[in-house]
């Protein structure tokens, strides 16, 4: 059975509260998170929620690990606003870098996302990149990309798998990646369309994974 990545991208929403009611209803539905050995499930919430969300699922020992969903593509020091990957190193085990919504409302081109990548690597995390297709640049220090085509982000249109496959493909041809998966649009009902081609090792997930069940029924489903 092939290893799936099963990514929820919160983006800008959730207060502390929220998301601790997210992990409440985690834990109701833990045996299902854990028996899912093959897939391991990462939620990206903002910066803000990191310390809370790491020591829930410490406490609760859940089968859960952290993502940031940006990083600065500078170190620790006088960089106003930014978090640096080094502060974190014990928060988050990976970075989603390149997104499509930081490239178009933050002006994040290849130079700053090569090196976010080299800033994220240098700290021991791990990039997952995200790439609008198969033309996008791939920095080297990269394994694991996300394909997320923009006209699916956010749209309920999602690509199709079968398309989705063969960018996967040559992403994995053209860059030597381990493992692409699929962003845009993703629902508990359409995933595994995608996760059972060929070359999608996962899912990014966006808007439904702010729905605790939802996002469990996505892991359930994939
Ligand atoms: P969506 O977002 O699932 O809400 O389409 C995906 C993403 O932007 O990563």
């Known amino acids: 059975m092939k290893k799936l990545y099963i990514v929820a991208n919160w983006k800008a929403n959730k207060t502390v509260s929220e998301a601790t009611e997210w992990f409440q209803k ?10 899912s050995e093959n897939k391991e499930i990462i939620v990206c919430p903002p910066f803000t929620l990191l310390p809370l969300m790491r020591d829930f699922i410490k406490q609760h020992g859940l089968q859960i690990h952290l993502g940031a969903q940006d990083v600065s593509p500078f170190g620790t020091g006088a960089y106003t606003g930014e978090v640096a990957a080094e502060q974190l190193k014990d928060l ?9 919504e930081r490239r178009k409302n933050f002006h994040d ?7 976010k990548v080299a ?4 700290a021991g995390l791990t990039p997952l990149l995200c790439v609008q ?11 694991i990309v996300a394909y997320e085509p923009v006209f699916a982000i956010g749209t309920g249109n999602p690509d ?3 398309n989705a496959d063969t960018v996967a493909k040559e992403i994995k041809e053209n860059h030597n ?17 995608f996760t059972h081609q060929e070359h999608i090792d996962g899912v990014l997930v966006g808007g439904a994974s702010l729905d605790t069940s939802e996002f469990i029924n996505i892991v359930q489903n994939a």
């Open 177 to 193: 990646v381990e493992s692409v998966l699929y962003g845009g649009s993703v629902t508990a009902e359409n995933v595994a369309g």
């Open 109 to 115: 081109d290849d130079e700053v996302i090569a090196k």
């Open 119 to 122: 800033m994220t690597n240098e």
């Open 133 to 143: 297709g198969k033309e996008t640049p791939v920095p080297q220090g990269v394994q």
């Open 26 to 35: 985690v834990i109701s539905y833990k045996s299902q998170v854990i028996s």
């Open 92 to 100: 988050a085990h990976y970075v989603i870098i390149g997104h499509s």
């Open 160 to 162: 199709t798998p079968e």
